[in-house]
C-alpha cells in the first residue's frame, strides 16, 4: 500500500511563508509527477504545482512568482515553499503523485490534505 502525508501547514500572517512538505511512502517502484493542489471552502480543488521526474514545473497562475515547488527524489518528498502569502492562499493543501508500486501498478493518490491559514 502506498501512501502521502503532508506536514507544515498552519497559521500565518499576509507576506508570511511557509514551507509544506511531502513523503511518499510503501510499495514504491518510481514516481513520476508530483504536485500540490489546493481546495478553498465553497472552491472547486485547483492546481497550485507540479513537478516531472525530470525537474520541470508548472504552476497555477495564481502562485507564479511565489510559490516553488521542489523535490528529493531519494527520500520520495515533495516540497512547496511559500512565500508572500495572501489571505486567498488559504485553502487545505493536497499531494498527490503518479507512482508505480512495485507491482507495477500505476496509482494515483491524494494525502489527507493539510490547511494552510493566511490571516491577520
Known amino acids: 500500500q502506498v501512501q502521502l502525508v503532508e506536514s507544515g501547514g498552519g497559521l500565518v500572517q499576509p507576506g508570511g511563508s511557509l514551507r509544506l512538505s511531502c513523503a511518499a511512502s510503501?510499495?514504491?517502484?518510481?514516481?513520476?509527477?508530483m504536485g500540490w493542489y489546493r481546495q478553498a471552502p465553497g472552491k472547486q480543488r485547483e492546481l497550485v504545482a507540479v513537478i516531472e521526474s525530470d525537474d520541470t514545473t508548472r504552476y497555477g497562475d495564481s502562485v507564479k512568482g511565489r510559490f516553488t515547488i521542489s523535490r528529493d527524489s531519494a527520500k520520495n518528498t515533495v516540497y512547496l515553499q511559500m512565500n508572500s502569502l495572501k489571505p486567498e492562499d488559504t485553502a487545505v493543501y493536497y499531494c498527490n503523485a503518479e507512482i508505480y508500486s512495485v507491482d507495477i501498478d500505476f496509482i494515483n493518490p491524494w494525502g489527507k490534505g493539510t490547511l494552510v491559514t493566511v490571516s491577520s
Open positions: 510503501g510499495r514504491i517502484f518510481s514516481i513520476n509527477a
